[in-house]
């Protein structure tokens, strides 16, 4: 396996790893998804996906290289909902 595979494995892992936190469009670690995620969300939107595989994790939340609508949907469906 070349590079270029093991980067898209690290990412593949780093996604599911995500996806099992309780709430992964909470942006900022305080439990919730609120007005504050979504200005954090707000100053990366309509980017390209950056080149750290942690921020491509934190930001874009259905892994399709651009933080976008497509996006801000995910954290507005979750919005106002608690961390279990």
Do not use: W
């Amino acid at each position: 396996m070349g590079i270029g595979g093991l980067v898209a494995l690290a990412g593949i892992v780093l996604f599911i790893i995500f996806r099992q936190q309780p709430c992964p469009t909470d942006l900022n670690a305080d439990k919730k998804t609120d007005s504050i995620d979504l200005e954090i969300l707000k100053k990366v939107f309509n980017k390209k996906v950056p080149e750290n595989i942690e921020e491509l994790v934190k930001y874009d939340f259905n892994q399709d290289s651009l933080i976008n609508a497509s996006d801000l949907g995910i954290l507005i469906s979750q919005y106002g909902k608690k961390c279990k």
